[in-house]
């Protein structure tokens, strides 16, 4: 079992930063971890993947260059660095792990999931 809890959202204006944190406890060992969110009304999506190793990295393509994913496995920690933020970026964030280490944009490959956290960008 993996336990996920999710930190850091709040609201902000365009433009601004947030940083999400998730930490993980269990039985994390070779996990890839994702990012997904899901705005109101909306399906949840894909938005940063990284490997156990932090090597292999995934982005969406509307987060890629404003958002940095990364990982400190020593504290069971991972992060979701949003820059450059837009009113489009509201939405819950969930973290995700998937505990066969694989790097995948499919939500339904994840096994444990956070209970999320509401970013909201004002404009």
């Known amino acids: 079992q993996v336990q996920l809890v999710e930190s850091g959202g709040g609201l902000v204006q365009a433009g601004a930063s947030l940083r999400l944190s998730c930490a993980a406890s269990?039985?994390?060992?070779?996990?890839?971890m994702g990012w997904f969110r899901q705005a109101p009304g909306k399906e949840r999506e894909f938005v940063a993947t990284i490997s156990w190793s932090g090597i292999n990295i995934k982005y969406s393509d509307s987060v890629k260059g404003r958002f940095t994913i990364s990982r400190d496995n020593a504290k069971n920690t991972v992060y979701l660095q949003m820059n450059s933020l837009k009113p489009e970026d509201t939405a819950i964030y969930y973290c995700a792990a998937d505990s066969r280490g694989r790097i995948t944009t499919t939500q339904e490959s994840y096994d444990y999931w956070g209970q999320g956290t509401q970013v909201t960008v004002s404009s």
């Open positions: 269990g039985r994390t060992f070779i996990t890839a």
